[in-house]
């Protein structure tokens, strides 16, 4: 038994994960029944406590976490306290041996007892010392399985299709069917599918969130919607019917005894068909998708001036080609051109926006014409309509297989391993069917038609009362991407081609 030294002691309570489980289904609230028995043996032993406690209401696993426990060490570490009453060893602390190891190094530094209700532990005593060692060792270990169970457990639903995460994406609320957690679409579900339409048939994210913002719609939260915040619901594949489990990932950088987190994606992720309801079909998920991919960023106090953005590429590089404005030293005209953004390695050389513009039209004019004379034979309609039935027969097999290949892995038929590669395989071809079936699906407008579309495009292109807005969406109903390559050697002969890839 160690002799007791005179002076302060702390009084240190923390909350577990079991206890927040206890008290959820009614019984005791856990710090108060813990304070009233360390107050008590407190009394019955004589040891003066100081005041206020420290009390942790969080049950964090990592001291950066528990704010109580850092101002508590702080103390410790200058000689404030003679003990710390504390309910059970593990509350101290059961995080990483680097952590506990700190911990004990302290407390046998400071010669600070550790008193609870069945011990008291004098960390200067080695046998006190491997007992203190053990019990935060064992701890981690039980904080291990605990992860463990946990990690598995939310594995296995998400296999079954369930949602388990704790908050639900916009549009649904979290429900507990059959005794299976799901979701189900609210009375924000029509807002989600407007968004996925306009993103659909092109409308940049900016202006959407901007149109929302106007007309009072606000986040969950209350915020102002913003082109990231809409990217993010485009890109979650809940709201057409699928669950995604482990995708994002959190990686703890120790940063001395505080943690840096780093966030990032991992595609080996469950991906399954949920139990929920979509909102949005398939299709309109993946048009808005591939429609938004490097769609132009706008500021929310401007508007957009630039009626090739996110679709003038160099053909050399790859790269977009972004407006930019110059001044004229000589009489302070200002001069709209395209070129590479700055420290682009690419040296393709800029051209007049004007002038880029003018033989866009030209180009577009020559499109129109070709259209005009183009006939589509019959025997071309036939083999699309083949075509697509053909997809649909291959689409029904694999979702077959799928279902056949769930069936083998919860049989333990076949390893984890086996069930995500055959899995993996299955989903890319479906996902390639789906497309192909997207492509053959949509009504494509006759040549003539097209013809049309183009021609309006064109008469926008040269009106130069028509915002740089309205000619982008023209443009994008049917322009997938321009080429864009200088090969100008005179100024005076300005050499500039363009190539206009249409959509389909």
């Avoid at 949920?274 to 401007?302: C, F, M, T, Y």
């Avoid at 395209?338 to 682009?344: E, L």
Wanted: hydrophobic share 35%.
């Amino acid at each position: 038994m160690p002799t007791l030294k005179d002076g302060l002691y702390a009084l240190y309570l923390r909350k577990s994960r079991a206890d927040y489980e206890k008290e959820q289904w009614g019984e005791y609230e856990t710090l108060a029944k813990h304070e009233q028995e360390l107050v008590a043996l407190a009394k019955r032993e004589g040891y003066p406590l100081d005041k206020p406690y420290y009390k942790e209401l969080v049950s964090g696993e990592r001291i950066a976490e528990r704010h109580e426990f850092q101002r508590l060490m702080d103390k410790v570490s200058r000689g404030e306290y003679a003990g710390i009453l504390v309910h059970e060893v593990s509350r101290l602390g059961r995080g990483n041996p680097m952590e506990y190891g700190w911990i004990l190094y302290l407390l046998e530094r400071t010669r600070t007892l550790i008193i609870t209700p069945t011990k008291v532990y004098d960390p200067r005593n080695p046998d006190d010392a491997r007992a203190l060692q053990m019990e935060m060792f064992i701890s981690n270990m039980e904080l291990g399985n605990i992860r463990s169970r946990l990690v598995s457990g939310c594995r296995a639903s998400a296999m079954n299709g369930c949602f388990i995460k704790p908050t639900p994406p916009y549009g649904y609320d979290r429900a507990r069917i059959n005794g299976m957690w799901t979701l189900v679409p609210n009375d924000d579900a029509p807002t989600v599918k407007m968004i996925f339409t306009r993103a659909a048939a092109g409308v940049p994210l900016g202006t959407i969130a901007r149109d929302m913002n106007n007309s009072g719609l606000r986040t969950p939260s209350g915020g102002f919607w913003t082109a990231a915040r809409l990217g993010a619901i485009i890109a979650n594949p809940h709201y057409k019917g699928w669950i995604r489990y482990g995708y994002y990932r959190r990686d703890y950088m120790p940063d001395g005894f505080g943690i840096k987190v780093k966030y990032f994606t991992d595609n080996d992720c469950i991906y399954v068909k949920g139990l929920h309801e979509p909102i949005v079909s398939e299709e309109l998920w993946q048009a808005a998708n591939d429609r938004n991919l490097g769609s132009p960023p706008v500021k929310r106090s401007k508007e957009l001036k630039n009626p090739l953005a996110g679709l003038l590429f160099c053909k050399k590089c790859g790269k977009a080609m972004i407006r930019f404005i110059n001044t004229c030293k000589s009489n302070g005209n200002k001069i709209e051109h395209y070129r590479h953004a700055p420290f682009c390695d690419c040296k393709a050389r800029g051209a007049n926006m004007h002038l880029v513009v003018s033989l866009l039209a030209d180009a577009l004019e020559s499109v129109a014409q070709e259209c005009e004379t183009k006939v589509i034979l019959d025997d071309d309609a036939s083999a699309s309509k083949s075509e697509l039935e053909a997809v649909e027969r291959k689409l029904a097999q694999e979702a077959v297989r799928l279902e056949k290949l769930m069936e083998l892995y919860f049989a333990d038929a076949i390893t984890i391993d086996e069930f995500k590669e055959r899995r993996s395989k299955s989903e890319e071809l479906s996902d390639q069917l789906r497309h192909r079936r997207e492509e053959l699906s949509r009504e494509k407008p006759s040549p003539k038609e097209l013809a049309v579309t183009i021609r309006e495009a064109i008469r926008l292109l040269k009106d130069e009362g028509v915002s740089a807005e309205a000619k982008n969406a023209a443009l994008k109903s049917f322009v997938e991407r321009i080429e864009y390559e200088n090969l100008t050697v005179s100024m005076k002969h300005p050499d500039i081609r363009l190539h206009v890839v249409l959509r389909g």
